[in-house]
């Protein structure tokens, strides 16, 4: 599916990972919805380089744990931008603790932004999506959604749950021609890890990734856009991760 003259709807797509794409998007000829929770001066950045591009970039402040919010994305998408192709669900966060360390509050906030936002998201966008020939959905998984990490349940959790969601939704929706796919991404250098202490990067590179750096929000954007014009992969979860997770540790 070629993304000229496509709508793309990104959730988190204000900075890091879904920035870039929003970016790429552009620069094959689409229009983007990007969603954040604050129009800052980063989101007016990304609003201005995909203008320069000569393409339309709508913003849409929102909160995709709530469930208004999530519909109203898709809503005031296609009454700015005409339609919806693509729905790319990248918004997220990290919840950390072990079982006894998180609260229940922030359990069920976790499900609410990374995979009741998905459903949600979903079923404003299908009606839509349908009166097309083709299109594509993007889940945002993790390779903590493949292997356990420590003081990390929840995060584990809900991501493993997405990589689930797409492969029964990849087979309902094969008939409308709409491919559904997941993206797993390994160590990459946005506001996630900023945490992360120097002697724990150096670490990573040197002992966890095969390949010996970090990967950057580009790195997933060019596997985002390619499943979303890939026309003959669905129900996949790709992981981007320099080799972390193939490897015997």
């Known amino acids: 599916m070629k993304l000229e003259n496509k709508v793309v709807i990104i959730t988190g797509g204000t900075k890091g990972i879904g920035a870039a794409t929003a970016r790429l998007v552009a620069s094959k000829g689409g229009d983007v919805a990007i969603v954040g929770r604050n129009d800052d001066n ?10 320069k591009m000569g393409r339309k970039c709508l913003m849409i402040v929102a909160d995709m744990g709530k469930a208004d919010d999530a519909r109203r994305v898709v809503d005031e998408t296609v009454a700015a931008l005409g339609g919806v192709d693509v729905l790319f669900h990248n918004a ?3 919840t950390p603790g072990g079982i006894m360390d998180v609260a229940p509050e922030d ?3 976790a499900f609410d ?5 998905a459903y949600y998201l979903v079923r404003a966008a299908l009606p839509v999506m ?3 020939d083709e299109g594509a959905i993007v889940f945002m998984s993790s390779v903590a959604g493949i292997q356990a990490g420590p ?3 929840t995060y584990g959790v809900v991501k493993g749950a997405l990589q689930q969601f797409t492969r029964s939704l990849a087979r309902e929706l094969g008939g409308d021609n709409i491919r559904v796919n997941c993206l797993a991404p390994g160590i990459i250098r946005t506001r996630f890890h900023e945490k992360m202490t120097p002697e724990s990067k150096q670490h990573n590179i040197d002992n966890r990734i095969p390949i010996h750096r970090e990967g950057t929000s580009e790195d997933v954007a060019e596997a985002a856009v390619f499943l979303m014009e890939n026309e003959f992969v669905t129900g996949e979860n790709i992981v981007v991760d320099g080799g972390m997770t193939m490897r015997i540790a």
């Open 107 to 109: 359990w069920m906030s």
């Open 130 to 132: 349908r009166t097309k």
């Open 42 to 51: 980063e989101t007016k950045a990304v609003v201005s380089d995909i203008e």
């Open 113 to 117: 932004v990374h995979v009741h936002a």
């Open 92 to 94: 997220g966060g990290g």
């Open 151 to 153: 003081g990390a349940i």
